[in-house]
């Protein structure tokens, strides 16, 4: 049967520009559908990434782009894929184009799902706005930029004490924000109070930020404020598409598309990495999953093109 892609990408992030660059050399008819900015878009910088140290994540993926240009047999569209379905031994997918909402239908032998996961914020203002700036998910991604400085940790129970003991390797400020009943267990604050790590378990009712972004406040139910130079909180997340759960892909506890050590789906043919795939989620991280997914990918193929 005849596909017009060898493996369609979803997703242009770390993970899919790395896996278009691999199969690209690998002379593979690919499509990138590129559906829009990174998870990372807000963040002034990526830290801890390989010779980009704290590059802009739209310079990051331009250049990412930029690199695939020698190797025509890869397409970058930019294409939000609708929907994704078995259609023999290969996907038929079928997506709007973000430049003109034009449909578009494709056919592929197999798919890998670099779609990434979207961060679940606190309903309360300053929040969202100060994301990736003022507001902060990750002390690898972040810690070094407010080191020695006065730092907030939002959150409740065994999840906001694990950070918070993280982030004082970073700095020795640190306040415990709970926003309501924190749900610490003694040994917790035992373990907080060793750090000299205070706890607030006033409501909270906003962030104050500058116009960069900083964070320089927050703001609880009495009026009173807390002057911090950062808050770090880890958020809910979702995957950002549901294509692999309507595929019936199955999904791990915590909602990542659980994926072999071949990084291949519940599904034959479906693969998946990065961000939406479970484990430590970093960019360098993401761009390794892509590269190990496109080799893996065109081994399948291979073994399919040579049979025995
Ligand atoms: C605020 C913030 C700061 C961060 N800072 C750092 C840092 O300093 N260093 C670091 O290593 N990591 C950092 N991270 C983590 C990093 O952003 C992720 O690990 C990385 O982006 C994962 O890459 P990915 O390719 O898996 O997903 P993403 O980069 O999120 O890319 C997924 C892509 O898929 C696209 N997509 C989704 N659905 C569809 C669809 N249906 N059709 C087509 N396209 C689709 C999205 O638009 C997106 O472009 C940060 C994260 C956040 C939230």
């Given amino acids: 049967m005849h596909h017009d892609y060898d493996v369609l990408i979803i997703g242009a992030g770390s993970a899919g520009l790395t896996a278009a660059l691999t199969l690209g050399r690998c002379l593979r008819r690919v499509l990138v559908a590129d559906g829009g900015p990174p998870r990372n878009e807000c963040s002034p910088g990526v830290h801890g990434f390989l010779t980009r140290d704290g590059i802009r994540p739209a310079e990051l993926l331009r250049l990412g782009r930029e690199q695939l240009r020698p190797y025509d047999?890869?397409?970058?569209?930019?294409?939000?894929?609708?929907?994704?379905?078995?259609?023999?031994?290969?996907?038929?997918?079928?997506?709007?184009?973000?430049?003109?909402?034009?449909?578009?239908?494709?056919?592929?032998?197999?798919?890998?799902?670099?779609?990434?996961?979207?961060?679940?914020?606190?309903?309360?203002?300053?929040?969202?706005?100060?994301w990736g700036r003022g507001v902060l998910h990750c002390p690898y991604c972040h810690g070094w930029e407010v080191r020695g400085q006065p730092l907030a940790v939002y959150g409740r129970g065994r999840t906001?004490?694990?950070?918070?003991?993280?982030?004082?390797?970073?700095?020795?400020?640190?306040?415990?924000?709970?926003?309501?009943?924190?749900?610490?267990?003694?040994?917790?604050?035992?373990?907080?109070r060793r750090e000299k790590i205070?706890?607030?378990?006033?409501?909270?009712?906003?962030?104050?930020?500058s116009a960069?972004?900083?964070?320089?406040?927050?703001?609880?139910?009495?009026?009173s404020q807390l002057e911090r130079a950062a808050l770090f909180l880890h958020a809910p997340q979702h995957q950002r598409s549901p294509?692999?759960?309507?595929?019936?892909?199955?999904?791990?506890?915590?909602?990542?598309?659980?994926?072999?050590?071949?990084?291949?789906?519940?599904?034959?043919?479906?693969?998946?990495?990065?961000?939406?795939?479970?484990?430590?989620?970093?960019?360098?991280?993401?761009?390794a999953g892509g590269n190990k997914a496109a080799i893996l990918i065109n081994e399948s193929l291979t073994r399919e093109e040579c049979p025995r």
Avoid: M
């Fill in 73 to 130: 047999t890869v397409e970058v569209a930019g294409l939000r894929i609708d929907s994704l379905i078995r259609q023999g031994r290969g996907f038929c997918a079928t997506g709007s184009s973000t430049a003109d909402d034009a449909s578009r239908t494709v056919t592929a032998r197999r798919v890998l799902l670099a779609t990434g996961v979207s961060d679940v914020l606190p309903p309360l203002p300053g929040f969202r706005e100060l």
């Fill in 160 to 192: 906001v004490t694990g950070l918070a003991l993280l982030v004082s390797r970073w700095s020795r400020d640190i306040v415990v924000v709970t926003d309501g009943a924190g749900h610490l267990t003694p040994n917790a604050r035992r373990r907080l």
């Fill in 198 to 209: 205070s706890v607030e378990e006033q409501p909270v009712t906003r962030l104050i930020g």
């Fill in 212 to 223: 960069s972004r900083d964070l320089r406040c927050v703001v609880f139910a009495d009026g």
């Fill in 243 to 287: 294509l692999a759960a309507g595929l019936g892909a199955r999904l791990t506890s915590k909602g990542a598309v659980w994926v072999s050590s071949g990084l291949q789906t519940s599904v034959p043919g479906l693969y998946a990495a990065g961000d939406t795939t479970p484990g430590t989620q970093q960019a360098l991280l993401a761009a």
